[in-house]
T-cell receptor, first 114, second 114 residues
Framework: AQSVTQLGSHVSVSEGALVLLRCNYS??????LFWYVQYPNQGLQLLLK??????LVKGINGFEAEFKKSETSFHLTKPSAHMSDAAEYFC????????????FGQGTELSVKP | KAGVTQTPRYLIKTRGQQVTLSCSPI?????VSWYQQTPGQGLQFLFE???????NKGNFPGRFSGRQFSNSRSEMNVSTLELGDSALYLC?????????????FGPGTRLLVL
């Protein structure tokens, strides 16, 4: 079985500060990992994904994530937070034989203070 | 290309009624997945359809059902609504196959059961 744990349901940073959102996964087979962002009253937008190529993945809006197999982690970072980054972020896992089934973490709400 | 569209965007129903939600995938996408999002349970996978066949199913009661048409549009139906079915229902589409394919999400249908 696969699972995802996001550490911290709420994270608050100052504008211009580093953003670090933590995601740990559990999977008995090589995982595919995703980060999605959700703005209020909207669906999910893909930020980036890991599918067994480069372990450092760059996404949209300046976000990136590093796949660390030894730590079973896929943390999301952004060097400098912007007010527009305030949203809820979801980490998700699947694998090659799960078809369209994504397993999501509980989400982390990011607040950005001016 | 137009994104994933979901109709209606908002619904209010009463307990015991049934409801049908519709999802039109991105043109060319053959896989459609459905997710339920609630504050308590987070994002949970309902089912996935590919080429009019249910390929994967989550742990929901039989009151939740779906189907996919030959043009890849999908509907989900919830019969005998319960208060706990109040949620945001998200639909996602992808091109086809294995789990590394990116799923693109629609804006969701917000269902309130009174």
């Amino acid at each position: 079985a696969q699972s995802v744990t996001q550490l911290g349901s709420h994270v608050s940073v100052s504008e211009g500060a580093l953003v670090l959102l933590r995601c740990n996964y559990s999977s008995s087979v090589p995982p595919y990992l995703f980060w999605y962002v959700q703005y209020p009253n909207q669906g999910l937008q893909l930020l980036l994904k890991y599918t067994s190529a480069a372990t450092l993945v760059k996404g949209i809006n300046g976000f990136e994530a590093e796949f660390k197999k030894s730590e079973t982690s896929f943390h999301l970072t952004k060097p400098s937070a912007h007010m527009s980054d305030a949203a809820e972020y979801f980490c998700a896992v699947t694998n090659y034989n799960q078809g369209g089934k994504l397993i999501f973490g509980q989400g982390t709400e990011l607040s950005v203070k001016p | 290309k137009a994104g994933v569209t979901q109709t209606p965007r908002y619904l209010i129903k009463t307990r015991g009624q049934q409801v049908t939600l519709s999802c039109s995938p991105i043109s060319g996408h053959r896989s459609v997945s459905w997710y339920q999002q609630t504050p308590g349970q987070g994002l949970q996978f309902l089912f996935e359809y590919f080429s009019e066949t249910q390929r994967n199913k989550g742990n929901f009661p039989g009151r939740f059902s779906g189907r996919q048409f030959s043009n890849s549009r999908s509907e989900m139906n919830v019969s005998t609504l319960e208060l706990g079915d109040s949620a945001l229902y998200l639909c996602a589409s992808s091109t086809a196959g294995p789990g590394q394919e990116t799923q693109y999400f629609g804006p969701g249908t917000r269902l309130l059961v009174l």
